[in-house]
């Protein structure tokens, strides 16, 4: 019988071939793959989350935590789609417009589909009319901007103008993050939040779907 605590730990500790190989076994036994994302593998990142907010974890713990998650999620994947599995949002992430920094949006991604979110990575130098279309033709109803340069900060107000002239600003929530980014340049553009580190984004985007 596969001991699906030890799955939980395996993400927890960043152990990929291990994750990989107890939810192969679990599936075997016939375990429901749903079962196994909402029990275990959420629960999993949501406490890597809690050590990285309580300084207990770094960056790097974060990254090889979300490896494993996602070496995980990739064996699964088929499994949910097969069985109906709904994400908890569906999240375009972008680097927006005239800035090619990717690290702290691949973390950020990382950590939102640790979290239960389907994920479409529109990459860097993201126009804002890529972020419109990530809308209209793909049901984004999360957007998650992310700027390291105080150059391309515009660039995020810019998408939002461009989604209030496309009709859709009402459709989908805005996130934004980044060094430069704080809270009040959130609330002077009219995002509807601001996270300044890749846990505390699952949480603002979990808050902000349920609302």
Do not use: C
């Amino acid at each position: 019988m596969a001991d699906l605590q030890k799955l939980y730990e395996a993400i927890v500790n960043g152990k990929a071939p291990d994750a990989k190989a107890l939810i192969e076994r679990a599936l075997a036994e016939k375990v429901d793959p749903q079962e196994i994302v909402t029990k275990y593998m959420i629960p999993a990142m949501d406490e890597v989350g809690r050590r990285f907010e309580a300084n207990e974890y770094f960056v790097p713990e974060l990254l090889i935590s979300a490896r494993a998650m996602k070496t995980g999620l990739g064996v699964l994947k088929p499994l949910l789609t097969k069985s109906g599995m709904k994400p908890a949002g569906r999240v375009a992430i972008g680097t927006v417009k005239g800035d090619l920094h990717d690290i702290g949006k691949n973390l950020v991604a990382a950590m939102l589909e640790g979290g239960g979110f389907e994920i479409i990575d529109l990459g860097v130098d993201v126009t804002p009319e890529k972020f419109v279309a990530s809308v209209k033709e793909k049901g984004a109803t999360v957007i998650a901007l992310s700027a390291l340069l105080t150059t391309t900060m515009t660039s995020m107000k810019n998408t939002i103008l461009a989604l209030q002239e496309a009709g859709l600003r009402d459709k989908v929530k805005v996130i934004i993050g980044g060094a430069p980014i704080t809270q009040q340049y959130a609330d002077e553009i009219g995002a509807d939040g601001y996270s300044d580190n890749a846990a505390g984004a699952v949480q603002l985007a979990r808050r902000l779907v349920a609302a």
